[in-house]
């Protein structure tokens, strides 16, 4: 809300990171009071259900935030659409109970041990192979998607020729079906294939990723906006594979006392390398290409983002051949 009264650019900034400090103190709870409501075995379902609610407010704040943008001016649509966040604190101290911290996990000896503090699991956290490659191999994964996000309606605008009105619809539509879908899907395809083999943490992601990108190749190269948000559409679903393999697999290799600090510092590796990054280097390849593609400058800057997905194969490929080696070893995982 602050950032639709920002008088300076300074402000505005300002305003736009406290809403990243907000949602910060959100997602990691949710995680771990989401392991705690569900078994072993469910937890990948139900943390796909949990991650539709970004692609459901992307979508919902796209599709009116273009449309209050278009018909009023866009600091309308900061305030509108930020006060909703001030019925929804109100609604999860109503709402959410307080789970038995570690209820549903089977018992061991670490169940009953005291409460890791920061350094320990931060020092637990950074040993562990497979969640620092859980983590990188996600933030690699976040360098395309956010990237591509943050410059999609740009780039469709710009240089396929839609309309804010129409990307009000069409996008929006885009994202829900895209990323929800994805979300939906995923938790389902982690769950089912876990239960085989641990690899599946990384072999889904690594074979969601793969099939991605050619789609995302021909979304970059269509020639209509139309066309585009087609092949668009495939390229979200299946690029959001990842989140719900990561979040799973750390919120089911930790301990219960560990899982908000453990999810703190998957997101935290993620978003640096992600959203601290990708869009950043997406600007920066747009103005490195204005003087020598001035009309297709951000296209030539999309088209070399798509290097990172390889990355991405790599390293998910990477954590499938390291959760292998743990599950052959005793004591391998941290329960």
Request: with cysteine.
């Amino acid at each position: 809300m602050c950032c639709g009264g920002a008088a300076t650019y300074l402000q505005f900034a300002v305003g736009y990171m406290t809403v990243g400090f907000g949602e910060a103190g959100g997602v990691p709870p949710s995680y771990s009071i989401i392991s705690d409501y569900f078994p072993p075995g469910r937890r990948g379902r139900a943390l796909g259900l949990y991650n539709i609610g970004p692609p459901i407010g992307a979508a919902l704040g796209i599709a009116f935030g273009a449309t209050i943008a278009a018909a009023f001016s866009w600091r309308y649509a900061f305030v509108l659409l930020g006060s909703v966040g001030l019925f929804a604190s109100i609604g999860v101290l109503i709402l959410v109970p307080e789970p038995r911290r570690g209820g549903l996990d089977p018992v061991s000896e670490d169940a009953t041990a005291s409460q890791t503090g920061f350094r320990k699991t931060l020092a637990m956290f950074i040993a562990r192979p497979s969640l620092m490659l859980a983590a990188l191999a996600s933030g690699a994964t976040q360098f395309v998607t956010y990237g591509l996000t943050n410059f999609a309606t740009l780039f469709l605008m710009r240089e396929k020729g839609m309309t804010l009105r129409q990307v009000a619809v069409y996008y929006a539509l885009v994202v829900l079906i895209g990323m929800g879908g994805s979300m939906l899907a995923a938790g389902r395809a982690i769950d089912y294939f876990t239960r085989r083999s641990k690899q599946a943490y990384g072999l889904v992601p690594a074979a969601s990723l793969s099939l991605a990108l050619p789609f995302y190749l021909a979304f970059v190269w269509a020639p209509s906006w139309r066309l585009a948000l087609v092949f668009l559409t495939a390229t979200m679903f299946l690029n959001y594979f990842y989140l719900t393999s990561a979040v799973t697999l750390v919120q089911e290799e930790v301990r219960p006392d560990q899982r908000v600090m453990s999810g703190a510092l998957l997101l935290l590796i993620m978003n640096l390398i992600g959203l601290g990054l990708g869009p950043t280097f997406v600007g920066a390849a747009s103005d490195f290409f204005q003087r020598s593609h001035p009309h297709q400058s951000l296209q030539m800057a999309l088209y070399l983002l798509a290097s990172s997905y390889i990355v991405a194969v790599l390293l998910f490929l990477a954590l499938a051949r390291v959760l292998k080696k743990e599950s052959q070893t005793v004591g391998g995982a941290i329960r």
